[in-house]
């Protein structure tokens, strides 16, 4: 993508912004079947669904000015927001569909860093802010957004999804759970456990990442809160090439790869995020390797991994304001886990229990 030719825009000569006033004393409303959202982040920015009769109709591009400021999703159907969070937007002279409104997405979120600190994005910095889109001289020589380009830009890159994400993307995925067995949380009988009891925690490798192989097979874990924790793609061959801090002396190839089957946590920038490594990767000395102790006798699956990573993230406002989770704190941090009884007052982490309660949530079907 060569962006050198693009040219800057204010929002408000692309999208008509807009305030809707009815969402206000609708989130705590009776739960119906159209979507709240708000400052949320995550989950496309829905925070509840709603019994409403008046809606705000769908293919438009929602955006916080508040909370987690700029975060910006597409709404494809009707919906509701918070109306103190949200802006809406409407393309101006164009309409808009999921290719456009992806590609826009992305570059509205590419802002969100100039809105931290309390500094909210407001109706009108958000009309004055200015993105940068390629473009094409209209019949009267003037530049203008280049829409087509745009949407075979996005089209071109789902054809490139992943099977499953792809899946996702054109809503095909399955939600039903794996296991039609309902299990309830009680955490009243579990235990407390030490990480070094649970984990073999390792070190990440690289202060300085390789560069970068966009058609590489080995992802490059960073200290990020999304897309899996990765930031890259490598090859093999530039890998071995590479030292830690990008001089050398350089270290063998065994020492910068890691095994698959791992949970990684960012112990920096994004800390205490974590995910499941499927597929053997590289990583930043940000991010600690997790791998079930041996002392279990007990290989990590998806679905454990899923159970773990979600106790993981539970920690993460402990680590808050520079206190970085290091592998020199982590084996004291505790996790507390569901048990079996093996001995008189001797227990082990229940691993079945973990397997199968992610197998019997909705959508588990899809991991």
């Not at 200015?130 to 089209?155: A, C, H, Q, S, T």
């Not at 009988?189 to 009891?197: A, H, L, S, T, V």
Request: with cysteine; net charge positive.
């Amino acid at each position: 993508m060569d962006v050198k030719n693009w040219k800057w825009f204010r929002y408000d000569e692309i999208f008509d912004i807009k305030t809707y006033r009815e969402g206000e004393n609708v989130q705590n409303s009776e739960i119906g079947n159209t979507p709240y959202v708000g400052a949320s982040c995550t989950n496309n920015g829905v925070t509840n669904y709603v019994k409403v009769e008046k809606f705000i109709t769908g293919n438009k591009i929602t955006v916080a000015r508040n909370g987690s400021v700029g975060s910006a999703f597409y709404q494809s159907g009707n919906f509701m927001v918070s109306p103190d969070d949200i802006r809406i937007f409407e393309l101006k002279n164009r309409k808009l569909n999921k290719y456009i409104a992806i590609f826009l997405c992305c570059i509205i979120e590419k802002e969100k860093y100039r809105y931290a600190y309390g500094r909210k994005f407001g109706t009108k910095r958000m009309c004055a802010q200015l993105m940068k889109l390629p473009v094409v001289k209209n019949e009267i020589g003037k530049y203008e957004p280049n829409w087509g380009w745009i949407e075979e830009y996005v089209k071109l890159a789902e054809k490139k999804l992943p099977t499953r994400a792809k899946d996702v993307w054109q809503n095909k995925f399955n939600p039903k759970p794996i296991s039609e067995t309902k299990i309830k949380l009680n955490t009243s009988n579990w235990k407390w456990f030490r990480y070094d009891e649970i984990f073999k925690i390792c070190k990440g490798f690289y202060n300085k990442k390789p560069e970068e192989n966009p058609v590489g097979a080995i992802p490059f874990i960073g200290a990020t809160d999304s897309n899996n924790g990765i930031t890259s793609m490598h090859d093999l061959e530039t890998i071995k090439d590479s030292s830690k801090t990008g001089d050398e002396p350089n270290a063998p190839l065994e020492q910068k790869i890691f095994k698959p089957n791992c949970i990684t946590v960012s112990n920096n920038g994004s800390v205490g995020y974590a995910f499941y490594q499927p597929k053997e990767f590289t990583c930043t000395h940000d991010v600690n390797p997790l791998y079930i102790h041996k002392k279990w006798n007990k290989e990590l699956n998806i679905f454990i991994a899923m159970f773990l990573c979600s106790l993981i993230e539970k920690e993460r406002f402990r680590w808050d304001y520079g206190r970085k989770w290091r592998p020199k704190r982590m084996p004291g941090s505790l996790i507390k886990l569901p048990v079996r009884k093996i001995a008189p007052n001797e227990y082990e982490p229940d691993w079945q229990f973990m397997e199968d309660y992610i197998k019997s949530l909705p959508y588990s079907s899809c991991l």
